[in-house]
């Protein structure tokens, strides 16, 4: 009746052991450490940069615990952030040598101290938030009038190249301020280019002026239009940032919006403000540019004469001048996606690129126009430009797949891919609030959070083992189990456990406890009917299993809401509670029935169980009270 066959206490064990090995991580606490990322698409980070970093280390006389290449940085490990300071200035003065364009992003950071063997088993610790971690704090103001311009900016070119396709003959067209005007000679061009732009743009309303012997015709944004664009912005400049961010290593960063126009910035464990900006700053972009080939140009690209008007000079990735015009062809928004590849002729890596509709008729038209020329392909990034690539122009290129090489490696062709997928910031941002957390409040918050829940967890203990005697130890027992499985399948997923969250850990342990309660007073309530006992646990176990289940069901959909509808410390407070509602599940009913099963089900004669003070009638008339030992029949 209550024993557990074999194959069930294997599962418990499993369990045990999972939840042991996958919490342990998380006391081998955090080493602080200096990582070096890349600044720019162009410079790698390899064993080469490992090694230099490891002999200016050497040749300062520090000691390092540890130098590692992982993924695209390379961190070393300190005993002590003295140590760690020190290193950050030795490494900066080895690796930069000109502070204006540095080559590689030098930051403070903290990494495990988890030993080899737990990493190998992906036995990783749980990431903590701003909060717990300290790290850097940033608000940012979206700039969303140019936005809104740069939008206006891009109807304006669509117009021009729809009235040029349907042979409309217009004046001009230009932009000032949010409007696209377009000019023509008479009231039939006019009607025409009305039902053209009410056609091809309906995000646009119309109108007409005058202006001298012309006719006007004014294109403005609707209003619902208005607010598309401004959250796609706000969406484009997220996204951007994320995949920025999320490349450079560092830990669960968080990026979301925050009113109509700001986006909330926190980078854990980042400790160096300037270069948090400098990651939040590092956005790539593409343009498409022509070459200039004249007689002019050629002499600024052999540095004897000037760069001429209306271009640009750039250098490649050989250092070679390139003197490209000022027009921009095709710009990184005209892209739909980047990947690497190969030439199929060539084997050479290459950056496959897909462009828009839009982006696929201009560029047909370029090339059609231009065949036997050079186009210049730039990438800019942290406002400066590099010409990744300049062919010239064979044929009339169409549907919109564009492969673009330059004496690439595979790596440099994957790294230019995924900064032309993160894509250019929508509106420009400014910071208008900034903080930094260190890491010495962080570990006050940690003290305070896990001491809390020690002495509550102490508390329940003390109570149950009191009230409810040996069944109370096994509640304590099931308990802690509940700890263990919740911290470890945190660790699991790898989340970020924030103050809130720790909130609602102390909470899980309540509602853990609450499940046993249920389960020690329906086993009271059958030794007070007077039944056996081995058929009140099995009774008082099965009982309260549908009442448990209930409680625990509609508490998670309160959960589950929170973590549907909430964002930031609500989120983090849903994910902990959430969790620990289903490991409390386990732990109350299956482990604690375990630890019964295992100490009263070998005894088929038991007489008593030590569950606490039971009343129970004796003749109809007296009451008796057993207590500590527990009660028989």
């Known amino acids: 009746m209550n024993r557990y066959p074999a194959w069930k ?67 070393a490990r300190f005993d002590t952030p003295d140590t760690q300071l020190k290193a950050k200035d030795v490494i900066e003065r080895a690796l930069i040598t000109d502070p204006a364009d ?51 900016e891009s109807y304006a070119g669509d117009i021009r190249s729809a009235l040029r396709e349907k042979g409309i003959r217009h004046g001009g067209v230009s932009r000032e301020g949010q ?85 909330v910035v926190q980078l854990p464990g980042v400790q160096d403000t300037a270069k948090a900006k400098d990651i939040l700053g590092r956005t790539a972009t593409l343009e498409v540019r ?7 140009a ?47 002729q060539t084997q050479e890596p290459t950056v496959n690129l897909t462009l828009s509709a839009k982006g696929a008729r201009i560029f047909k038209d370029i090339t059609r126009e231009n065949v036997g020329k050079r186009m210049a392909i730039v990438l800019f990034e942290k406002g400066k430009g590099e010409v990744v690539t300049a062919p010239v122009i064979r044929s009339e290129i169409g549907g919109g797949r564009v492969q673009i090489s330059g004496r690439m490696t595979t790596v440099e062709a994957n790294d230019t891919a995924l900064l032309l997928r993160a894509g250019s910031l929508a509106a420009p941002m400014e910071i208008i609030e900034e903080y930094t957390i260190g890491p010495s409040l962080g570990e006050e918050n940690i003290s305070r959070g896990v001491h809390s829940v020690i002495w509550g967890m102490a ?51 309540g509602v853990a406890i609450d499940s046993n309660v249920l389960i020690n007073e329906r086993i009271r309530e059958e030794l007070r009917a007077g039944v056996s006992p081995q058929a009140a646990i099995a009774s008082g176990y099965e009982r309260a299993w549908a009442t448990i289940l209930d409680s625990n069901v509609t508490t998670l959909i309160a959960g589950l809401a929170l973590l549907a509808f909430g964002t930031g410390p609500v989120r983090g407070f849903a994910v902990v509670h959430t969790i620990g509602i289903l490991t409390s599940m386990f732990s109350a009913v299956f482990f604690s029935r375990g630890l019964v099963n295992l100490w009263y089900g070998r005894q088929k004669k038991l ?25 028989g029949n």
Not at 316 to 336: F, M, P, S
Not at 467 to 495: D, K, W
């Open 290 to 296: 022509m070459v200039d080939e004249g007689t002019e």
């Open 298 to 344: 050629r002499a600024a690209e052999m540095g004897t004469g000037p760069v001429p008007f209306g271009a640009e000079k750039y250098l490649d990735r050989n250092g070679q001048a390139v003197i490209v015009k000022k027009q921009v062809v095709l710009t990184g928004e005209d892209l739909t996606d980047a990947q690497p590849g190969f030439d199929s």
């Open 179 to 263: 409007t696209v005007r377009v000019r023509v000679r008479d009231e039939a061009m006019l009607t025409a280019a009305r039902n053209l732009v009410s056609d091809q743009f309906p995000d646009l309303a119309t109108s007409s002026a005058t202006d001298g012997d012309a006719q006007v015709l004014v294109a403005s944004i609707k209003p619902e239009a208005l607010r598309r664009v401004q959250e796609q912005a706000l969406k484009q400049n997220i996204t951007t940032l994320h995949n920025r961010i999320n490349e450079l290593g560092v830990a669960e960063p968080v990026i979301q919006q925050q009113g109509l126009d700001r986006i």
């Open 9 to 75: 206490y294997a599962i418990l064990a499993i369990a045990l052991l999972i939840g042991f090995l996958y919490t342990l991580p998380n006391f081998f606490g955090e080493a602080p450490a200096v990582q070096v990322s890349s600044a720019k698409a162009t410079v790698k980070v390899d064993d080469a940069v490992r090694e230099r970093v490891e002999q200016a280390l050497a040749a300062a006389g520090l000691v390092s615990d540890s130098i590692a290449l992982e993924g695209n940085s390379v961190r």
């Open 607 to 631: 007489k008593t169980v030590s569950i606490g003070q039971v009343w129970k009638p004796e003749d109809g008339s007296q009451l008796r009270s057993v207590a500590g030992r527990g009660t």
């Open 459 to 509: 508390a329940i203990a003390a109570f149950m083992c009191v009230y409810y005697a040996l069944f109370g130890v096994f509640s304590t027992i099931a308990l802690s189990v509940n700890v263990l499985m919740l911290v470890a399948v945190l660790s699991m997923l790898q989340a970020t456990l924030t103050l809130p969250g720790i909130a609602a850990m102390a909470l899980a342990l």
């Open 102 to 152: 540095p080559p590689y992003i030098v930051a403070l950071n903290l990494v495990s101290r988890s030993p080899d063997w737990l990493t190998a088993i992906h036995a990783r610790p749980m990431y903590l938030g701003l909060d717990l971690r300290g790290g850097v704090h940033f608000m940012l103001q979206v700039d969303m009038q140019a936005a809104l311009t740069k939008k206006t």
